[in-house]
Each structure stands twice: as structure tokens, then as C-alpha cells.
């Protein structure tokens, strides 16, 4: 979301009641994901968005949802050469060799972490707490694609750091009813 001008309260001053950023904020950003495809969905999107605009990739989300099989983690995974040649042409989505390269790979990395600790939600918590610093030192090393906003973005969107909400945001308090990640470390 760095790419979007926000307010002194950032998003939780522009979505509510916007057509796109509205739903994602109320039911979807922050909370705590558990779900591996989600989890993939939004490691996809953060990546994508990078450079650009969150509500691009709201307005996008279908196609990549199309395009990337819904998140099939098992079968992005094995993409090869034309796989990522026609993604390269699919105006449903960002077409940056680059981005699309990382997801592959990252997709492939995620079926590795899922299968020796059980899911990909599982080794993220097994990392668990970590500052963002931290966080970012380990995801580098681990995925492609990787700078300190896109881990930033995407651990706030998941519930592993804080910051997605203002305290006085009504969200703030659903989530926090939720006890995510992060706010477990704080105990």
C-alpha cells in the first residue's frame, strides 16, 4: 500500500465505504490468516503491488486469481518456461518477468516449508515474534522479491505485525477479539 497517498490515519481514514478498499479493510486486512492458498493470495498481491497501487491490485484480484490457478501452490509451483511466458501476456495481471519469476519460485518454496513443517502458516508461526527487521533479514533469505515494505504489507495483512489498524478503528477491536500474531507476542 506504500504507493497510495494516505492520511495522517492511514487506511483506516480511506477505506471504510470505499468500493474497493472497503470490504478488504473491514473483513480481510489484519486479520489472522491461517490458510496457506490466503496466505500465498496475499504474498502474490504484496509482490505484484510493489511500485504500484493497493487498489490496482484490488481491481486485479480476480485475474490473478484466474491466472494463478486460485492459488494451487502445488501446481504454480511446477511452472515452467511457458507457464511463465503466458503469464507474461495476461493483461489480467502485472506482467513483470520479474514478479511473475518470484512467485514461481516462491510458490515452490512455500509446497517445500508446507511439507517439512506441516504448512506454510505453521513455519510462519514457528518464526514468530520477530521485528520487522528481523522478519525481513529471514524472508529475503528465503523468498524472492522481498524488500522491507512487501514483508512489512504483507505480515500486517496476515496478523504477524501490528499497524494494520488505528486503535480507533471499530476493525482494531474484531481483530484484536481474534487475538493475531502479533498481539500474542505482546503476552
Same mark, same amino acid.
Request: charged share 25%; proline share 7%; glycine share 6%.
Given at each position: ?15 471504510? %465505504? ?27 498481491? *504484496? ?15 480476480? %485475474? ?13 509451483? !511446477?511452472?515452467?518456461? *511457458?507457464? *511463465? ?13 520479474? +514478479?511473475? =519469476? ?13 511439507? *517439512? ?7 510462519l508461526d ?10 525481513? +533479514? ?5 523468498? +524472492?522479491?522481498? %524488500?522491507?515494505? !512487501?514483508?512489512?504489507?504483507?505480515l500486517m ?5 501490528? %499497524? =494494520? ?10 481483530? =484484536? =477479539? ?7 507476542? +505482546?503476552?
Amino acid at each position: 500500500m506504500a504507493a497510495d497517498p494516505l492520511p495522517p490515519d492511514g487506511y483506516c481514514a480511506i477505506a471504510p %465505504g470505499h468500493e474497493w478498499h472497503g470490504p478488504y479493510h473491514d473483513s480481510e486486512y489484519g486479520f489472522p490468516v491461517s490458510d496457506d492458498r490466503v496466505l500465498f493470495e496475499r504474498l502474490v498481491l *504484496e509482490i505484484n503491488q510493489a511500485g504500484l497501487s493497493w487498489l490496482l491490485m484490488l481491481k486485479r484480484r480476480e %485475474g490473478f486469481r484466474a491466472a494463478f490457478l486460485d492459488y494451487d501452490i502445488d501446481r504454480i509451483a !511446477v511452472f515452467g518456461p *511457458e507457464d *511463465e511466458a503466458r503469464l507474461r501476456e495476461d493483461a489480467r495481471i502485472i506482467r513483470n518477468r520479474l +514478479k511473475i =519469476a518470484a512467485v514461481v519460485h516462491n510458490a515452490g518454496v512455500v509446497r517445500d516449508l508446507a511439507r *517439512e513443517h506441516g504448512s506454510f502458516a505453521a513455519w510462519l508461526d514457528r518464526q514468530h515474534p520477530l521485528d520487522l527487521a528481523s522478519w525481513t +533479514k529471514l524472508m529475503r533469505k528465503t523468498f +524472492k522479491f522481498m %524488500g522491507p515494505e !512487501v514483508v512489512n504489507e504483507f505480515l500486517m495483512s496476515t496478523g504477524y505485525l501490528p %499497524g =494494520a489498524h488505528h486503535r480507533a478503528c471499530p476493525v482494531h477491536a474484531e481483530i =484484536a =477479539a481474534l487475538s493475531p500474531p502479533w498481539m500474542r507476542a +505482546k503476552r
